[in-house]
Structures are given as structure tokens and as C-alpha cells.
């Protein structure tokens, strides 16, 4: 079955801890409802940099930098987009960059 590497953009700003933490709460209740779909729940992830092809480097990461990843397993691309539409990540504004692993031999 085919993977799907979700790319979590945007940070959510929490007026409050307690949303911060009910924040978590939802998304944990979320990956947990994947199942056996959830390969790999991901982490997030911290300021990044960008190495363009003449080597120089730039910070940020670009207009919409990455601030996390999850892998999943899912039939297809649209039931990958299934799952990835409850994710609490989007309520709070973020979005969700879903591609699919290409199984290629390295």
C-alpha cells in the first residue's frame, strides 16, 4: 500500500496554554484514530535553512516553511486526503502538504 508523507506548514498561535495543550489533545486523539494507517507519527520540527543549487544557503526556509512531518499509509491519494482533512492542524490555520512516497530503490 502506498505512503504518504504529510508536510505540516503554518504554526498555530494559542491565546492561551490550555488552548495550546487541548490543541495537542485533538491531535493526538486524530493520529490515534488513523490506525494502522499511522506508519510513523512524525515530529516537529524546528527553524530550517534552504540550500539552493549554487550551494548558498538561505534562512526560513522559504514563503511557507515546513514545521513538521508525519507519515501515513493510505489506498490512494484521495483517501490520504481523507484522513489528513480532520487533522486539528488545519482548525488552527495550518495547512498540509500530502505526497506520496515513491518507492523507488536508492
Given at each position: 500500500?502506498?505512503?504518504?508523507?504529510?508536510?505540516?506548514?503554518g504554526s498555530p498561535r494559542f491565546?492561551?496554554?490550555?488552548?495550546?495543550?487541548?490543541?495537542?489533545?485533538?491531535?493526538?486523539?486524530?493520529?490515534?484514530?488513523?490506525?494502522?494507517?499511522?506508519?510513523?507519527?512524525?515530529?516537529?520540527?524546528?527553524?530550517?535553512?534552504?540550500?539552493?543549487?549554487?550551494?548558498?544557503?538561505?534562512?526560513?526556509?522559504?514563503?511557507?516553511?515546513?514545521?513538521?512531518?508525519?507519515?501515513?499509509?493510505?489506498?490512494?491519494?484521495?483517501?490520504?486526503?481523507?484522513?489528513?482533512?480532520?487533522?486539528?492542524?488545519?482548525?488552527?490555520?495550518?495547512?498540509?502538504?500530502?505526497?506520496?512516497?515513491?518507492?523507488?530503490?536508492?
Amino acid at each position: 500500500m502506498p505512503k504518504y508523507v504529510l508536510v505540516y506548514h503554518g504554526s498555530p498561535r494559542f491565546e492561551t496554554k490550555e488552548a495550546g495543550e487541548n490543541h495537542m489533545v485533538q491531535w493526538r486523539s486524530w493520529s490515534q484514530g488513523l490506525g494502522d494507517a499511522l506508519i510513523d507519527p512524525g515530529m516537529p520540527v524546528g527553524p530550517s535553512m534552504t540550500v539552493l543549487s549554487d550551494g548558498s544557503v538561505s534562512e526560513g526556509g522559504g514563503a511557507n516553511p515546513a514545521v513538521g512531518i508525519t507519515i501515513l499509509e493510505a489506498p490512494s491519494m484521495s483517501e490520504a486526503i481523507t484522513m489528513v482533512q480532520g487533522c486539528p492542524h488545519l482548525s488552527a490555520g495550518g495547512t498540509i502538504e500530502v505526497a506520496e512516497a515513491m518507492n523507488i530503490e536508492m
